[in-house]
């Protein structure tokens, strides 16, 4: 059974306005989508760990809610204030994201912590003491 589980749709687009404006406020798009930031899935004996690459984003950028066993991450898009500036090449900005992952009945939904430093948010999810990998144990013979 998987324990936890990436949902790569997990962008929802409300219109094709929105589509349009991804597409065309980047010069060069590429396959992987700027929507979606890398992320990493690790396993422990006692937890898991999920750490999303977010540089330039702020702990108050983000909302992270489970309904349902699953875990959504999203942001709110930033309006900028600052006056449009004339690039001539645009890799990197802040953007909008959601994604989302299926939890499955082994986590400790009540005990799921989030921390952002350094441009990396981490969202620890504590196993159940009967999902924890125990030790081998001898069984005596009677």
Known sequence: MTALAFAPNGV????LSNLIEEWFDNDFPTLNSKSHPSTNLIEYDDH?????????YQKSDFSIQIDSNEL????????????????????????QFTKSFNLSDTIEL?????????GILAIQLPKKEEAKKKPP?????K
Not at 137 to 141: K, L, N
């Open 110 to 118: 009540d005990k799921i912590t989030a921390t952002c430093v350094d």
């Open 72 to 95: 959504t991450i999203s942001t709110k898009k930033k309006e900028t204030s600052s006056p449009v500036q004339n690039y001539r090449l645009r890799e990197f900005s802040k953007h």
């Open 48 to 56: 898991y760990l999920i750490q999303l690459s977010v540089p330039g």
């Open 12 to 15: 929802q687009k409300s219109s």
């Open 137 to 141: 144990r001898t069984i005596d013979i």
